[in-house]
């Protein structure tokens, strides 16, 4: 029998519980012997739970447990959660989580002291929820040299531009019904401006590499500026607009990684990608293309994800097998110096010297000019972030949208 | 040092080599060994290939060799490749192979002869080509209980039924242009007819369930009844055609599998998977729907999943990772006994005759017949298989179409 301890009895955390409870079959099938949820640590209490005797307060208790061999963090957060996580790890406990926060910014050291005690630190559920992608890129891209790796990986800002795009609303608008049904939280923040996205690409990006990568060293950009005169124009051109996860590893070994808002075709694999949902596409050298799809949050999706490490760390007692990726820092290439076409967004009045400042002499073939209302939306020629940004600083609020073409 | 001989040195078995050579690097970081490909097992010899010096004519030099400790069996067929695999794991070698047909026929002897081995008998390669799905299945979704699978498993017919779809071209034609470009066979019965995605759908159903499933219990059809009237009549209901592997687990525990032409809604995350493309749905009780989607087949993508599966052998040597599915047979649920509704196809001058005699009383809210050129196409509401094949033994050759609606 393997003993779990589940930290924190919030959503992901009763989840977790709820699935080696109702899937023990499969579980027991899938692990060779059963899986039992020994404590469930929160400062409350849950009377009439099913689970309420399992319910303690003291970590400690968990920690000195030695039949406890696996330790579910569902706290999330930087604090308490850091310092458990090394406790279990330092105990030879393997410590399983969805807190991608954590992951990004301690991973490696985790990663590490799992690897000195001979456990493991697993953490599927951090990056697309449900989908199973990292332990994909561990075990079975494993002959195989990553060359890119693009995503949707944020369920509350692929909504809300789904939505926009759908229901022709305004952001604002869509952010307060997401609020709403629960899709974005009472603060967004972390998500709209990206930071959510950020994290789980620094951890997409070390696993493709095997190196550490800060996420802040990758350049992020949210969707707050997006207006639904950018949809119009991208409907017109048929395309689409998501926020994408892009990291290439570039001929030099340097790594190019962002999270922004990019113009696809609607014929790109993501474009199709919607609402709530997550999809990562995996380019190899050998593979060309993969996609994988599906629920990126919800409680049953992600605690499924956790659950599957925790079996994972039950078939491998003593045993370290999630490598995932070393101390050495993945070098990381100057965005400015990348080239992009770009789509610009400007008031009508502006449009015709907006257009020659990025353009130089007129050419519709290149720009592609249209008229959305007062606005006039045009696609620049390939050029280098760094010449795009000076001209809009010369430009100043002349500028009022842009966003990349993929 | 991994020591590899790899049976068969055509697409495959080349590929695998190529693969192992170019990415070396990446290999020698996930297996923390180098691996290298000692014998290459072929009939013929290859005077000028780099790998000249690997050739050899005589399988006991590979068996008796100790030093090797994983076989590639990338010949085909299930005579020799049947037998040299059986010595391979009797003498605790672990075997990949992308040999569907084998691994449908004698998959469950041939992992029960690895588990007593403490070796693996591995196939990735054998469903979806390049697509992680298996590995995906045995390590990832262990959590779930698998409601369904749905795929898009063999890349020739859906490279046939894409491109009568967009070209408007009948299916000798596009069969012919599939032979032409090496998409199709000289003989292509065993893609066409459906024998192909039946192998690999009884491989994923018992991957599913744990158990062993017969592909002759498998209801298969393949797609050379599909007319462009067909297609004409699917695009004027927002549909389209797609050759689908269905795997069911119901509340009961029996499976339904089958192996038939679909008419599937636009919206299906199946339906704009085209040409040569596969992509494998999976319906999880926790999870929902995850999609997986890449190349189902040519040189390199197939050979970089069997190259997976060495470097999983190479990190698991000694320890049968993966048990797959047991002896046990799935119990099967009567296909006749299943409820669908159905497209039905027939001549315009005996359209009243027909419709009425399966749907009763006319009602186009249910029927939504329409005309397509000298022809008539309908649904059925929704009916036992049973009883639909009754009405057409009845009706005889005057239904000259049917497809089962997704």
Chains 1, 2 share one sequence.
Request: aromatic fraction near 6%.
């Amino acid at each position: 029998m393997i003993n779990v301890a589940v930290l924190g009895y919030g959503t992901v955390g009763s989840g977790v519980v709820e699935v080696i409870g109702r899937n023990q079959e499969q579980i027991v099938r899938n692990t060779g012997e059963e899986v039992y949820v020994k404590y469930i640590l929160d400062l409350r209490d849950f009377p009439g739970d099913p689970y309420e005797d399992r319910v303690v307060h003291d970590f400690n208790l968990i920690l000195e447990d030695t039949s406890v061999s696996v330790v579910c963090e569902t706290m999330g957060g930087v604090g308490a959660a850091y310092q458990f996580t090394k406790q279990a790890l330092a105990a030879g406990k393997s410590v399983c989580t969805s807190n991608k926060e954590l992951v990004a910014r301690h991973g490696t050291e985790l990663l590490a002291l799992a690897a000195g005690k001979h456990c493991n630190y697993m953490f599927e559920a951090s990056v697309g929820g449900g989908i199973p992608i990292l332990r994909t890129i561990q075990t079975s891209l494993t002959a195989e040299r990553i060359v890119a790796v693009t995503g949707i990986l944020n369920g509350t800002t692929n909504y809300i531009l789904s939505r926009m795009e759908t229901e022709k609303a305004d952001y604002h608008e869509v952010l307060k019904q997401a609020q709403e049904l629960g899709y974005a939280e009472r603060n967004p923040e972390a998500d709209v401006e990206g930071h959510d996205a950020c994290r789980k690409t620094a951890i997409l990006a070390a696993m493709a590499t095997g190196k550490t990568v800060d996420c802040d060293m990758i350049h992020t950009e949210g969707i707050t500026g997006i207006t639904l005169a950018d949809f119009e124009f991208a409907s017109e051109k048929n395309r689409t607009i998501k926020l994408l996860a892009s990291v290439k590893v570039q001929e030099d070994g340097k790594l190019l990684a962002m999270v922004a808002p990019f113009l696809l075709p609607m014929g790109h694999p993501l474009a199709t990608v919607g609402d709530v949902f997550n999809a990562v596409l995996i380019t190899g050298n050998m593979l060309g293309d993969t996609l994988y799809y599906g629920r990126g949050a919800g409680k049953l999706p992600t605690a499924s994800a956790v659950a599957a490490d925790v079996i994972d760390c039950a078939r491998n007692q003593g045993r370290t097998v999630m490598g995932c990726w070393s101390e050495e820092k993945a070098q990381m290439a100057d965005t400015s110096e990348t080239e992009s076409r770009f789509y610009v967004r400007t008031d009508a009045s502006a449009a015709e010297a907006v257009e020659k400042a990025f353009c130089g002499k007129y050419d519709p073939e290149v720009s592609e000019g249209t008229l959305i209302g007062g606005e006039y939306g045009f696609f620049t020629p390939v050029m280098r972030e760094k010449d795009f940004n000076d001209i809009c600083r010369k430009l100043g609020d002349a500028v009022s949208g842009r966003i990349r073409l993929m």
